[in-house]
């Protein structure tokens, strides 16, 4: 019974902060971000190669490292973009 209960415990404590907190993995490591709301949208987010449109697409994380004061783990969103979209150009073989 005693195992049961702990077990029980640590589930709980798990579910809670999954739908409490987002899990980021930025360059310079792992952030722990408390999420708006109860969610388990974007528990675990890898943003080391995030773009501007990725950010659109998770808008929710984006604000809350707005509101927790951590708005410049999104700085390099406009550098991957830029990156991204210059090798897209240069990887296009010529038309013929």
């Known amino acids: 019974m005693r195992n049961f209960l702990l077990g029980f415990i640590a589930g709980a404590a798990t579910l809670y902060g999954s739908m409490s907190f987002h899990l980021i993995q930025a360059k310079d490591g792992f952030h ?3 999420k708006n709301s109860l969610t388990f949208t974007d528990t675990y987010a890898d943003i080391r190669e995030f773009g501007v449109g990725d950010w659109r697409e998770h808008s929710g994380l984006a ?3 707005t509101k927790s004061d951590r708005p410049s783990l999104m ?3 406009v550098k991957n973009s830029v990156r991204h979209s210059w090798n897209h150009l240069w990887e296009k073989e010529p038309a013929e």
């Open 32 to 34: 722990l971000i408390r």
């Open 75 to 77: 700085d390099d969103a």
């Open 63 to 65: 604000e809350a490292l």
